[in-house]
């Protein structure tokens, strides 16, 4: 089994490429970590913003647990900003059996503070996406491949995905 994290700041694409690499892998599921808990949820449950992240992180880790048990899948993917951090807890998921693969989307910050997609930024969106990077999620030192998806449509920035993942047509859904 293959867990795969779309990485990048807000607005990268993340979710985008997630579903459709998920779409194009056999045996896939995608797993959107921002509807692991609503806001509504998180407030419920007195929950700071980084206190629900960290509930939604645990929510995914439980989810591919238990899909790790049931075999049910070859590839889980995943979008979430990765810290140096969470990437060491992901990889400790490692085994004969599993391999952790983090994909960084690297596109100049300028295209990124732009409205892209079906997608409005508000202010906190964009004051969010300066921090993320500062903080170098855009050029994440734990990547297995970083993307500069600025001039790329999603297909082709599936089709730089699948060819680093080594996927052979047989292993693709057509």
């Not at 808990?37 to 206190?51: F, H, K, P, T, W």
């Not at 409205?115 to 993320?132: A, Y």
């Amino acid at each position: 089994m293959r867990i795969i994290n779309i990485n990048g700041p807000i607005n990268a694409g993340k979710t985008t490429i997630s579903k459709l690499l998920s779409a194009c892998l056999l045996q896939s599921l995608f797993i959107e970590v921002d509807d692991l808990l609503s806001d509504e949820e998180q407030a419920d449950l007195g929950l700071s913003m980084r206190e629900g992240w960290s509930e939604r992180c645990r929510r995914l880790a439980d989810i591919v647990q238990k899909e790790k048990k049931l075999g049910r899948f070859e590839n889980i993917i995943f979008a979430y900003p990765m810290t140096e951090k969470l990437y060491a807890q992901w990889k400790q998921w490692e085994d004969e059996t599993v391999a952790f693969i983090n994909i960084t989307l690297a596109l100049q910050m300028e295209i990124c503070l732009q409205n892209r997609g079906t997608r409005e930024l508000d202010e906190s969106e964009k004051k969010r996406i300066k921090e993320m990077y500062q903080e170098g999620y855009h050029n994440s030192k734990f990547a297995d491949l970083i993307i500069d998806n600025s001039k790329q449509t999603p297909q082709e920035t599936l089709q730089q995905i699948l060819l680093f993942l080594g996927r052979e047509n047989n292993d693709q859904k057509v």
